[in-house]
Nanobody
Framework: QVQLAESGGGLVQPGGSLRLSCTAS????????MAWYRQAPGKRRDLVASITSAGNINYADSVKGRFTISRDNTKNTVHLQMNSLKPEDTAVYYC???????????????WGQGTQVTVSS
């Protein structure tokens, strides 16, 4: 089994910054893409940013220029640096990993439990 553990959420004022982290652990051979998604109340879960093992990055238009995704392949960790936060960034943020399992080299999708980010004055 695989676990994705997120940290770093919280309450911040508009214009402020937060840094989210997610570490994958368990029967991991390697990890292909890692990503952050978010889901606001009453809305669908949407992609915020993704990064492949080779370092190819994709951002949602709404966060370009404000958010930065990075990963450390040696630690199976992905980070999301969020700057110039807006009230509309308020959501539960979920970590995602496309993991290659050790025991059979199969590819599976795993999600973290989510961390709340609230942007409010």
């Amino acid at each position: 089994q695989v676990q994705l553990a997120e940290s770093g959420g919280g309450l911040v004022q508009p214009g402020g910054s937060l840094r989210l982290s997610c570490t994958a652990s368990g029967s991991i051979f390697s990890i292909n893409a890692m990503a952050w998604y978010r889901q606001a109340p009453g809305k669908r879960r949407d992609l915020v940013a993704s990064i492949t093992s080779a370092g190819n990055i994709n951002y949602a238009d709404s966060v370009k220029g404000r958010f930065t995704i990075s990963r450390d392949n040696t630690k199976n960790t992905v980070h999301l640096q969020m700057n110039s936060l807006k009230p509309e960034d308020t959501a539960v943020y979920y970590c995602y990993g496309n993991v290659i399992l050790t025991f059979d080299r199969s590819s599976r999708q795993w999600w973290g439990q989510g961390t709340q980010v609230t942007v409010s004055s």
